[in-house]
């Protein structure tokens, strides 16, 4: 197993809570983690259609088979179990009885905030993150490669190609979750719906557009990312509101989790081809930015992370909140620094007067920090240990 770096705050937060919640994409290693945490302690999968038949017959008995707690997989499959496990653990009054995971949003998040207040801690785990890869000697050789593999566990413990894994995972995972919260019947539109969000990737969301060339309706679209988001698959950046007494774009940006499957769907298969897309350098900016959401979910913090855009296109990828100061990242896919790659930054910095601070530029190179008229550039490989540095 390759070590997680959301590990320390987990133990941390079992001595504080008596359930800790993981979620994440199915596939992104919360079963590991939980049974490494609680090699000790049974563990169960809601999974299994005997086992959650037991837990939805008799759901007292059932949980009276954990008398210290366990690993209860996949729980939104059985949300009724929650009730029962509240009352379980306020007559324990144990902490760190109880790990919990769960690979969508929808049924598990609303059912634990009813049940399970002030009881669980919550944390996202994602795929494996730069560091995490850089310890265990995985780490991609170049940019190119990195992008394409993407971050999924499996294809680092696994002799398989990330074409073919992508392609059982979209159809054994993302269709069948997607038929139980909506009941598509048309799963090629949904399909199509999912590559042509993938063509979006680092653009802002435009739903109308998207619900014209996909030929559905503008409700669905909107339905629709709402399942991809649920299901950990995509995520939306926020404008940041700062104006600095300019008009700003008000549309969110669209990204995925894992660039793997992101060029998975666009057909995308070599590093050379990688090296040669059109939209490569949307793919890399996905990438660091998903590096960026990473670092944070591995500490349990909350995200602070925006965009900013103005109505002359004047942009700053990323803007990190801290108080009342900002954090700006420009992201850049080229290998070989030039000036023009500061000027966001530098346009920006100009605005923000002392509410910037440090100033960082990540490229797609692999040169070592330095700090160029106050802005620190960063080679891709630093991308994951930016905010925890």
């Known amino acids: 197993m390759i070590p997680r770096d959301s590990e320390q705050i987990i133990r941390l937060l079992l001595r504080g809570f008596p359930v800790i919640t993981l979620t994440g994409p199915r596939q992104s290693g919360k079963t590991t983690l939980a049974k490494a945490l609680f090699a000790d302690r049974p563990y169960v999968s809601l999974e299994d259609p005997d086992i959650r038949r037991g837990a939805q017959d008799d759901p007292r008995s059932f949980l009276e088979r954990f008398p210290d707690g366990g690993v209860l997989d996949e729980v939104q499959r059985c949300p009724d179990i929650l009730s029962y496990l509240q009352t379980s653990v306020d007559a324990d009054g144990r902490m760190g009885l109880f790990i919990l995971t769960g690979s969508q949003q929808f049924g598990l998040m ?7 207040a002030g009881r669980s801690a919550f944390l996202e785990l994602l ?50 979750d997607v038929r139980q919260q909506l009941k598509i019947q048309d799963l090629d539109t949904f399909q199509r719906f999912v590559r042509l969000c993938a063509g979006r990737t680092g653009q802002l969301l435009n739903l109308s557009s998207l619900a014209t060339e996909c030929g559905i309706t503008h409700n669905t679209a909107k339905a629709w990312i ?79 992370l925006y965009f900013w855009r103005d109505s002359n296109g ?4 990323i803007l990190v909140e801290h108080g009342v100061k900002l954090m700006p990242i420009e992201i850049k896919s080229g290998k070989t620094v030039n000036r023009d790659f500061f000027k966001g930054l530098e346009k920006w910095l100009s605005l923000a007067g002392e509410r910037a601070i440090s100033p960082t530029l990540i490229h797609g190179g692999a040169d070592a920090a330095y700090h160029h008229k106050g802005i620190l550039v960063r080679g891709w490989r630093e991308s994951g240990a930016l905010l925890s540095a």
Not at 237 to 252: D, E, G, Q, T
Not at 314 to 317: H, L, M, S
């Open 110 to 116: 609303s059912g634990i905030t009813q049940s399970l």
């Open 127 to 176: 795929p494996f993150s730069l560091p995490e890869l850089n310890r265990a000697g995985k780490l991609a050789p170049d940019a190119d490669t990195m992008l394409l593999t993407g971050c999924y566990p499996p294809l680092y413990d696994r002799e398989i190609q990330p074409s073919a894994w992508f392609a059982a995972y979209m159809t054994a995972y993302v269709e069948r």
């Open 226 to 304: 709402s399942v991809l988001e649920a299901s950990f698959l995509v995520f939306q950046l926020r404008p940041h509101h700062a104006s600095f007494n300019k008009r700003l774009v008000k549309m969110p940006k669209l990204y995925f989790y894992d660039t793997g499957f992101v060029s998975w769907l666009l057909g995308i298969r070599t590093p050379e081809q990688m090296e040669t897309h059109p939209l490569r350098g949307n793919i890399f900016e996905n990438f660091v930015i998903a590096e960026l959401v990473k670092s944070q979910c591995n500490r349990a913090e909350p995200r602070n």
């Open 314 to 317: 004047n942009e700053v990828d």
